[in-house]
């Protein structure tokens, strides 16, 4: 079990020195945390699932301060899990898996409550949501059938659009020659329902490909990625750049940008050494991550053009396992506690 540590970014700035962020006991105990969201309008909301069938299968809470929190109730989800989230100015979307194996979406509007909502047809379990309007948002899945899939809702997850399957581009990639079959999805980040990227794994190479669309799946443009990444998540993208936290072939994990629509991608050289263990950016330049700290401890920190600098935490007695930014807050939890910084 990691202890916790925080690392963070601010635009245009030094980042601040000697940070103290002291934890904040959850509310329900006996259900562990396991997801964050927070909406541009900086409430946030920690969830979480037992993942077992037990009298009390799931806890939520929200703050609007990053401070003090209050319960907000959700529905029993026994056997399931809730791994994904992201948000409009209003309200989340959060996504998991539930006890047949199937999609399950949470929706929440205001201070809630939390509700169960529809998910698209025939899936076998949400990878990552990504939002970009009121209560609009893109689900990235798998479906039944193995395939990785893109499905949009305009009404919080009433209703689904008809799943499209991503079907890569093949192409010559730097990583592996001309793109194998199959691909695994890992992460997407969509700008509308026709703009998506998206990073996975192509065949068994091991490594990464990233795919880009413009019409909402019809079409893939085969992105550049670097040979030595095995895994590339957290992707956040907003006009025309991304952020993303990629794992090498070293296992640690590192900020990388892309300014080309995620087409193409690069490590930029201000690393502070840490390994990323998740990532939430605001802007480009504005991000906190969850860093690993040592063999059995992780940290939080955040960055200022990509200069990272360490957050000390206190009270924060198990690993911080989720990870969110509004818009000047972020929100990371533990199983039994939250903490707040802003950015």
Known sequence: MFASALLLAACGSSSPAGVVVDGTPSISLSVPLTAVGCTTNDTCYAVGT??????????????????????????PAPVSTITSSSCWSTGCLFGGTNENGADLLWSVEGHGPIATVASPARGAGVISV???????????????????????????????????????????????????????????????????????????????????????????ILGTTDA????????????????????????????????????????????DGNSLQSLSCVSFHRCASIVATGASSSGLAMSSKKAWSDVTLRYVPNGLVSLACGNTMCVAASAQSVVSISV
């Open 228 to 271: 030595a990444w095995t895994s590339l998540s957290d992707m956040h993208c907003q006009s025309n750049w991304c952020v993303a936290r990629a794992v090498g072939t070293d296992g640690r994990g590192v900020l990388v940008t892309s300014a080309t629509d995620g087409v193409s991608w690069a490590t930029p050289s201000s690393q």
């Open 50 to 75: 037992t993942g077992v069938d037990s009298r009390v299968t799931t806890a939520a809470q929200y703050s609007d301060d990053g401070h003090t929190w209050h319960a907000v109730a959700a529905p």
């Open 130 to 220: 990504s939002c970009y309007g009121t209560a609009t948002c893109t689900v990235l899945d798998q479906g039944t059938d193995g395939s990785s899939r893109l499905s949009t809702t305009v009404n919080g997850g009433a209703t689904w659009s008809a799943p499209v399957a991503i079907h890569p581009a093949a192409g010559t990639n730097p990583n592996h020659g001309t793109a194998p079959q199959g691909f695994t999805a890992l992460s997407a980040s969509c700008l509308s329902s026709l703009n998506c990227v998206v990073a996975g794994t192509p065949g068994d190479t091991g490594t990464v490909d990233v795919q880009v669309t413009e019409d909402g799946g019809l079409t893939w």
